[in-house]
């Protein structure tokens, strides 16, 4: 599925089934990847079913099914151009802690 035109209600879906895919290809029933996470059997049904969650279910899923590596690229500032890069190092500097001076 390409997430760039689907509706954030599509994209939670679409992840929800990766994530059971996950759990499938690893043998796990939902009740232990439940246990693994730390989960109500429900939370990790509705996750798998539709998508809705909050981050730290999401999140423990993602660990209990060893995919945390998966998240280290996201939301990463992509720099395409030297005019990017140039900008992004910008902003960084605006944003870094300024010393006092006395």
Not at 29 to 56: F, I, N
Not at 63 to 74: F, I, K, M, R, V
Request: hydrophobic share 40%.
């Amino acid at each position: 599925m390409n997430f760039t035109l689907a509706t954030p209600s599509e994209i939670l879906q679409a992840l929800g089934a990766r994530l059971r895919a996950q759990r499938l290809a690893q043998g796990l029933p939902q009740r232990e990847l439940a246990l693994r996470a730390g989960l109500s059997l429900g939370a990790v049904r509705k996750l798998e079913h539709d998508g809705q969650c909050s981050l730290e279910t999401l999140l423990g899923v993602v660990q209990a099914l060893g995919l945390t590596g998966e998240l280290e690229s996201l939301f990463v500032l992509q720099r395409e151009s030297i005019a990017q890069m140039e900008k992004a190092e910008q902003a960084e500097r605006r944003r870094a802690p300024r010393s006092k001076r006395w």
